[in-house]
Each structure stands twice: as structure tokens, then as C-alpha cells.
T-cell receptor, first 116, second 118 residues
């Protein structure tokens, strides 16, 4: 099974709402990632978790709060977002190891977020 | 720091024609290189990767790429385009963090949109 699943597929939220995006993988990967992708642009890395610990935060605003409750799950909690946060949010996972850079990332289908 | 440049934001070919998508990288150490494809409103799917084994890498859907260190290139090719190949293609580079620990940041090119005409 090489699948990364994400829910929901689409989300519309107001600027005062609190919502969460969910990501799950059962490939035994111990690195998980959140990316943000605007239209006609490449994905931009937001967060990296390695062994359930936050390893990289790419200076993301605090209105985005990641959580990794176990090795299979990754959440992204959203609060007080702005319209410019509307984008496709992609989750990915990969193996880790001493030569971890060679391991490909497997991407989920994404959540299309619209902030009104 | 490593970077990737994809030459041509749009490439248009006829069905059955050769597909050539260009990618040049800049890296201070030998990189790992990846090509991903993204269909509209979907996530990214790995086409192929170079991890310092064979320089000619074969991937899925008939795609292949050749790593040329002297040219710092990793161009993606397919001999005969299908309508189903129409999508956006991203080249990405990755190197290990200092000390070669578990992962390195994946840096994407700006993407090339491939259009296939009947």
C-alpha cells in the first residue's frame, strides 16, 4: 500500500472558524510533511515531522498548527485564517535513515481550502 | 543551497511526438533528483528518481531521464506522447542535511505544463 490519504477533499471556512486537515499513511514511514500549493506554483514546504517530532517549521504563521499524534497520522489545525491562505494543502510521507535524502516522498491528493 | 530550473513553463507537443522537459540543477554536492507529475486537482505522483546509481533512469508511463553531471541536467523524455500525459511536471532536488541525517529539504522547480494535441 503506497497510499497517503487526506480528508476532507474540499474545505470552505470563514476567517473566524477553527478546522483541521487530516493525513494518514500506513507505509511505515517515519517522516511526514505538510506543503502548501498555490495555483500555478510548486508546493512550498510548511512543516516536517520526523519520528513524530517537529523537525522543520518553515516560518509558518501560528494560525497553522501541526500535530503528529502517532506515526501514521498527521493533522494541521487551522484557526483565524486569511483569504490568502486559500490553497491546495498537500501531505506527504517518506522513509528516513542515514541516507534518507534518497527516499522519495509519497503525496496525498490534497485538501482544497477556501477561506472566505 | 541547491536549486532547480525548469526551462519552459509550457511545452506543447502533438500526440506521438517526442516529449522533452528540461531540468537543470544547482547543488554544491551530488544531489538526489526527482520528477513528479501532477494532474489537475490531484497530488503529486513520482515518475522517477536519480540516487547516484545508473545515470539513465527509467520511470513509470514510459518516461525516462538522464543525469548528466557535466551539464548539471536531468531532462525528462518520452519517445511518444499520449493525450493522457497532459499534466504539470515538477523536477525536484534534494540533498542530505549536514551530517547526512535522515532527510533533506525537497526543492521544486517552477513546473512545466505539458499540453498534448491530437
Amino acid at each position: 500500500d503506497t497510499e497517503v490519504t487526506q480528508t476532507p477533499k474540499h474545505l470552505v471556512m470563514g476567517m473566524t472558524n477553527k478546522k483541521s486537515l487530516k493525513c494518514e499513511q500506513h507505509m511505515g514511514h517515519r517522516a511526514m510533511y505538510w506543503y502548501k500549493q498555490k495555483a500555478k506554483k510548486p508546493p512550498e514546504l510548511m512543516f516536517v515531522y520526523s519520528y513524530e517530532k517537529l523537525s522543520i517549521n518553515e516560518s509558518v504563521p501560528s494560525r497553522f498548527s501541526p500535530e503528529c499524534p502517532n506515526s501514521s497520522l498527521l493533522n494541521l489545525h487551522l484557526h483565524a485564517l486569511q483569504p490568502e491562505d486559500s490553497a491546495l494543502y498537500l501531505c506527504a510521507s517518506s522513509q528516513v535513515g542515514l541516507a534518507g535524502a534518497k527516499y522519495e516522498q509519497y503525496f496525498g491528493p490534497g485538501t482544497r481550502l477556501t477561506v472566505t | 543551497a541547491q536549486s532547480v530550473t525548469q526551462l519552459g513553463s509550457h511545452v506543447s507537443v502533438s500526440e506521438g511526438a517526442l516529449v522533452l522537459l528540461r531540468c537543470n540543477y544547482s547543488s554544491s554536492v551530488p544531489p538526489y533528483l526527482f520528477w513528479y507529475v501532477q494532474y489537475p486537482n490531484q497530488g503529486l505522483q513520482l515518475l522517477l528518481k536519480y540516487t547516484s546509481a545508473a545515470t539513465l533512469v527509467k520511470g513509470i508511463n514510459g518516461f525516462e531521464a538522464e543525469f548528466k553531471k557535466s551539464e548539471t541536467s536531468f531532462h525528462l523524455t518520452k519517445p511518444s506522447a499520449h493525450m493522457s500525459d497532459a499534466a504539470e511536471y515538477f523536477c525536484a532536488v534534494r540533498k542530505a542535511n549536514a551530517g547526512g541525517t535522515s532527510y533533506g529539504k525537497l526543492t521544486f522547480g517552477q513546473g512545466t505544463i505539458l499540453t498534448v494535441h491530437p
